[in-house]
């Protein structure tokens, strides 16, 4: 299995819920169109006339997964931006010790 560089394991994790939230917002929007097809079908209402209605009852029971997904994602994002700008600092620190060793040592050797 191939690691990941970069990601943490929650970031991973909030990416995943992030795709289980816009396969939760197709399958509303399918539920939604065979809904409101089946009413169009039994002549109950009729696209022109009840457009705006129709728009409503998608907003109301898809879209609120469409925004926790980008929110999730969101999330998750600014998790893996944080954690590769901690590594950066973790790097940096890292170095600097190394270079004033080196300095020192060079110092003794010369006198």
Same mark, same amino acid.
């Given at each position: 299995?191939?690691?990941?560089? @970069? $990601? !943490?394991?929650?970031?991973?994790?909030?990416?995943?819920? !992030?795709?289980?939230?816009?396969?939760?917002?197709?399958?509303?929007c399918?539920? =939604?169109?065979?809904?409101?097809?089946?009413?169009?079908?039994? @002549?109950? /209402?009729?696209?022109?006339?009840?457009f !705006?209605?129709?728009?409503?009852?998608? /907003?109301?029971?898809a879209?609120?997964?469409?925004?926790?997904?980008?929110?999730?994602?969101? /999330?998750? $994002?600014?998790?893996?931006?944080?954690?590769?700008?901690?590594?950066?600092?973790?790097?940096?620190?890292?170095?600097?010790?190394?270079? &004033?060793?080196?300095? =020192? *040592?060079?110092? *003794? &050797? *010369?006198?």
């Amino acid at each position: 299995m191939k690691k990941l560089k @970069g $990601y !943490s394991k929650l970031a991973i994790t909030f990416y995943v819920f !992030s795709v289980v939230m816009m396969l939760i917002f197709a399958f509303s929007c399918y539920n =939604v169109t065979t809904y409101i097809m089946a009413l169009v079908e039994a @002549g109950s /209402i009729t696209i022109s006339e009840n457009f !705006s209605d129709i728009m409503l009852y998608y /907003i109301n029971n898809a879209t609120a997964y469409l925004a926790y997904a980008l929110i999730i994602w969101g /999330i998750g $994002y600014i998790i893996s931006l944080l954690k590769v700008k901690t590594n950066d600092e973790a790097v940096v620190l890292e170095e600097a010790p190394q270079e &004033t060793l080196e300095v =020192v *040592e060079t110092k *003794e &050797t *010369e006198e």
